[in-house]
């Protein structure tokens, strides 16, 4: 597996009286370390024809004017 990471929140600085200033800044960490080492284990039990069909699912779940040709393209799959 490849080095993947994701955002895992903001952190600002702290003055020495306690008093957040300047902008936040957004916290970087590796997706075993955000999600766990099981969530790995149990998503490569899963077919990629059952993973693309669960994604476009849950795609059209939040935007059901969402194009087939896109959510095809954004998962990285040719199912169309």
Not at 34 to 58: H, K, T
């Amino acid at each position: 597996m490849g080095l993947f990471i994701t955002m895992s929140g903001r952190r600002q600085k702290i003055s020495a009286q306690g008093e957040h200033y300047g902008w936040s800044s957004t916290v970087f960490c590796t997706t075993e370390r955000f999600w766990g080492e099981s969530v790995f284990r149990e998503a490569a039990a899963i077919r990629r024809d059952d993973a693309v069909e669960r994604i476009s699912r849950q795609i059209l779940r939040l935007n059901p004017q969402a194009i087939q040709a896109r959510i095809s393209r954004f998962i990285g799959s040719t199912q169309r």
